[in-house]
């Protein structure tokens, strides 16, 4: 079945090959499979077929930083090993509401501890876990002040492995 369409010249990130099929990540997050000939690459005609990436890299969360700009918008920054954009979601916590990213197929460097330090005004704790073992996701929590309506904007470096997360009220 079709989950969703996308416009001639809309850019994609080639995530992973299967035979003619691509898996493709695009600019707002959502990510699916589609055939090769619905797509030139680097808007070449007749350019080579990507290829798949390098399974052989073990994906990393190196570091986890959160901070608050000049403007008192607050940030989460992950650096990562590789480029690994996470699946970013709400949640209803028992407390407070969450903003959850989850990092599939990925590990923790050792220094990385179950919280992350700091606090804001909007975003008032930042945890990692990992449920289910060492094969489950990643994920970053961040529990968010219920008195504010926010929004939330998220954007992945590819050239340095980055991705930041950033609320604003």
Known sequence: PTA????????AEVAAVEGEWYRILLPDGRTGWAHETLFDTEGRDGADKPESRDASVVKEIEAIVFDTTP????????????FNPPKAYTVKGKTAPLVVCE???TRLSPNIGSTVPGRGELVK??????????????RIE?????????????????KENRYVITFKK
Request: no cysteine; charged share 25%; aromatic share 12%.
């Open 71 to 82: 403007e008192g918008h607050e940030t989460i920054t992950v650096e990562l090993n590789s």
């Open 103 to 105: 990092f599939a197929d």
């Open 4 to 11: 969703f369409g996308i416009l001639r010249g809309t850019r």
């Open 125 to 138: 704790a930042v945890s990692v876990r990992r449920d289910g073992g060492a094969n489950s996701p990643v």
């Open 142 to 158: 961040a529990a968010i002040d219920p008195r504010f309506k926010y929004s939330v904007d998220q954007f992945f470096f590819k």
